[in-house]
């Protein structure tokens, strides 16, 4: 009975050893890869020091396609126009090509004072040409900063020349005009680009968020908060059923212990 077990227990290490090196051999087959990026600070340009927060994540599935969650993350709403989100810059060291395919409201996000129709792939720009600040040469915007001209994740793109369609949590109670009349997400865009090959997470650094509709208005700098490697989930369901997760982490504890 003892030598029936230990040659069960030997066959699913055998497999689980098998499937990880698959892992390691095929990355951008089985591992969905994330970077995610948050800021936060005081608006100081509007003179009554409103905070300000935002996240970012980039999603990059292995197989050509990279995903930019953007969301306006601050308490208690937008006051004024430089409280609107409206851009997220970056450096991108890749040199491979990265074209715009599509934009959309988030999840349960919603679009204050939404006209009769609309295309938000006409109201925001991907750009991998900027002469950005801080040396960032990659952005999306739906305003133009002297960096944009016009939406391009749908053809006809309109011009990105103000704050609307930007990104806010809400509108406060006492918030101008300017921002109770405005056209924006609430609150998070989710925006698809397709990249060329050789793509990595790893060639995007330096993120910066940026609000209102000038370079001189708040930018928050991304500070890294997550990423790496996640097996995939039918891999992970595929190493419990078989008792593969508890066997390949007895294994690599038993060849620990041979090193001491």
Excluded: H
Excluded at 6 to 13: E, I, L, S
Excluded at 187 to 201: C, I, R
Excluded at 212 to 232: I, K, M, Q, S
């Amino acid at each position: 009975m003892m030598k029936i077990a230990f040659m069960a227990n030997f066959t699913r290490t055998v497999i689980c050893v098998a499937l990880v090196s698959g892992l390691l051999l095929f990355p951008g087959a089985s591992q969905a890869v994330t970077l995610s990026f948050t800021g936060s600070g005081t608006n100081t340009y509007s003179g009554n020091s409103n905070p300000l927060s935002a996240g970012v994540v980039f999603d990059y599935n292995g197989a050509g396609l990279l995903t930019v969650t953007l969301q306006n993350t601050v308490a208690g709403g937008a006051y004024v126009p430089s409280d609107v989100l409206t851009s997220v810059l970056w450096t991108d060291s890749s040199g491979v090509s990265i074209t715009p395919s599509s934009a959309a409201l988030g999840a349960g996000s919603t679009l204050t004072n939404a006209p009769g129709s609309y295309d938000l792939g006409k109201e925001w720009e991907y750009s991998g040409s900027i002469s950005g600040p801080s040396g960032t040469n990659s952005g999306i915007s739906t305003s133009g900063l002297g960096l944009f001209g016009s939406g391009n994740f749908s053809p006809g793109g309109n011009p990105t020349d103000g704050m609307n369609y930007g990104i806010i949590s809400g509108v406060n109670g006492a918030a101008n005009p300017a921002v109770n009349g405005g056209i924006f997400a609430l609150d998070t865009m989710v925006f698809t680009l397709s990249v060329g090959a050789g793509f990595n997470l790893s060639s995007i650094s330096n993120v910066f968020f940026q609000y209102g509709t000038a370079l001189d208005e708040p930018r928050l700098t991304g500070v890294p908060g997550g990423g790496g490697g996640v097996p995939e989930p039918g891999l992970v369901a595929l190493l419990i059923s078989m008792g593969g997760g508890g066997t390949f982490v007895g294994l690599k504890r038993r060849l620990s212990l041979r090193k001491l």
